[in-house]
């Protein structure tokens, strides 16, 4: 064991995730790469963990930050007046597509679902809340009361009655053979159904992520959150979209997640990407429902200067870049090339994604049962490769990738090689 991971273990909590048997410490990182202490260079497909949106080192936001620096103001607060601020406010709730809508920042995605969830409740006067199995919504009481996935849940107490939907994929194999038509249909029959017997209709929000993040990058059928907005909106039930790893045009198809599905949700959140590595999340709403909390109040660093500076000019980069464009080219990629050759590796049982949101899912080859231990192997594999990714899924046996939005056309080929090879020592190990 390393010096620095003996340390680590005697004063981090051992519930805090490390990844690699032999967990890496980065020193350094420039474009889409990072460099670990002992001098090896990664391709980054993680990007942090979904944070490093636009890379590594980009000369843009180190500028933004470092003008904002030799101001002399690393903070000051929001009871002044705060130009970037304003600025960035301005640009999401343009890029929202929410009418009238208004912004509130944070400093994390929890706390930006914990803010999303009080405006709820408190606006529909209830503890009730609808969330779907398999989520994650953050470490805070009421966020981690509508996280359903047990490994990152615990058996912590809930402040809320909360009400678990189907939705999410299709993974009980009373669902599996149903085309999407039918299991929609069964998932809004099984919503009604819900409202009706188990909740007195008075409830407050559903929160959804467009594309789970820890659950695996599963994804709903196209059509499904549509079908629940219609049934959402007839019982006056708010719809919160969790786009913390589905926002910025990552899903290469549109620039949040929800919007591939035609839904305007009432709440998006947002968080780890904003601002390239500096702590950025926030709420946009309608005007109308931000506006609606009746208590004077602020986030001590929620929309600090340093973080606006990063966060305008990150979202500039991936404007001015049409970055989205670029998520969509490469990740067809990747995703193109792990479909076209799943069928040499029988210990994958499925490849799924959109632009730069992908994940591979591993099996027992054997039994086809989940297999987290071969997910493990393919951690470590791929890292020897060259490569790092990040673990996740129902089961564990999942590697969720979500490389930086600037991934070129070459890396993209030069990761999928690195997966492919992988998939290659790993399967054959096992058979
Ligand atoms: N929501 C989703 C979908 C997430 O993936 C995460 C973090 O992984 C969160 C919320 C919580 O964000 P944070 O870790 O910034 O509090």
């Known amino acids: 064991m390393s010096d620095l991971l003996a340390r680590h273990r005697a004063v981090i909590p ?32 993680f990007a942090g963990i979904l944070t490093n949106m636009i890379g590594y080192d980009v000369a843009e936001v180190r500028e933004a930050v470092e003008r904002q620096l030799r101001t002399g103001v690393v903070h000051t607060s929001t009871v002044y007046l705060l130009r970037g601020q304003v600025e960035l406010a301005e640009k999401i709730a ?43 919504h953050g470490r805070s009481f009421g966020a981690i009361s509508v996280t359903s996935n047990r490994t990152w849940k615990n058996n912590s107490l809930s402040p809320l009655q909360v009400h678990f939907l189907h939705g999410a994929d299709k993974h009980l194999s009373r669902f599996r053979d149903l085309s999407d038509a039918d299991y929609i249909k069964v998932c809004v ?40 907005k219609e049934v959402l ?51 946009v709403a309608r005007g109308e429902l931000l506006d609606a909390l009746h ?34 080219k490469t990740g067809e990629i990747i995703i193109g090339g792990l479909k076209a050759a799943a069928g040499r590796f029988p210990i994958l049982a499925d490849v799924r994604g959109k632009g730069l949101m992908f994940a ?14 071969i997910a493990a192997r393919m951690m470590e594999e791929t890292k020897k490769g060259g490569l790092l990714a990040g673990k996740g899924g129902l089961y564990g046996n999942t590697l969720r990738m979500a490389p930086p939005l600037t991934l070129t056309v070459e890396e ?5 090689g690195i997966l492919l090879a992988a998939l290659e020592t790993v399967n ?3 058979s």
């Open 94 to 136: 343009r890029l929202s597509g929410i009418e009238d809508a208004k912004v509130f920042f944070t400093n994390s995605g929890t706390e930006a679902n914990e803010t999303a969830l009080l405006l709820a409740t408190y606006a529909r006067k209830t503890d009730q809340v609808l969330a779907m199995r398999q989520s994650y």
């Open 360 to 373: 591979i899912e591993l099996q027992d080859p054997a039994t086809g049962e989940p297999s987290p231990q």
């Open 14 to 45: 051992n519930w805090v995730a490390l990844y690699y048997n032999e967990p890496i410490e980065i020193v350094s990182g420039k474009g889409n790469r990072v460099v670990d202490a002992e001098g090896r260079t990664y391709l980054d497909f």
């Open 189 to 228: 029959e099984d919503l009604r159904h819900l409202l009706a017997t188990a909740t007195s209709k008075d409830v407050a929000a559903l929160i959804a992520e467009p594309i789970q993040g820890v659950g695996g990058f599963t994804m709903a059928p196209d059509g499904l959150f549509a079908a629940y």
């Open 412 to 416: 993209a080929h030069e990761g999928l």
């Open 428 to 430: 054959e190990e096992v």
């Open 233 to 283: 909106d007839e019982e006056g039930i708010y719809f919160i979209s969790d786009e913390v790893q589905t926002g910025w045009g990552r899903t290469g198809q549109s620039f949040f997640g929800i919007q591939n599905h035609g839904v305007t949700p009432d709440m998006m959140t947002f968080a780890k990407g904003l601002g390239n590595g500096f702590a950025v999340g926030g709420v």
């Open 295 to 328: 208590a004077v109040g602020l986030s001590t660093f929620g929309g600090n200067p340093i973080s606006m500076a990063a966060a305008n000019a990150t979202l500039d980069y991936v404007l001015d870049h049409d970055l989205q464009a670029n998520a969509a």
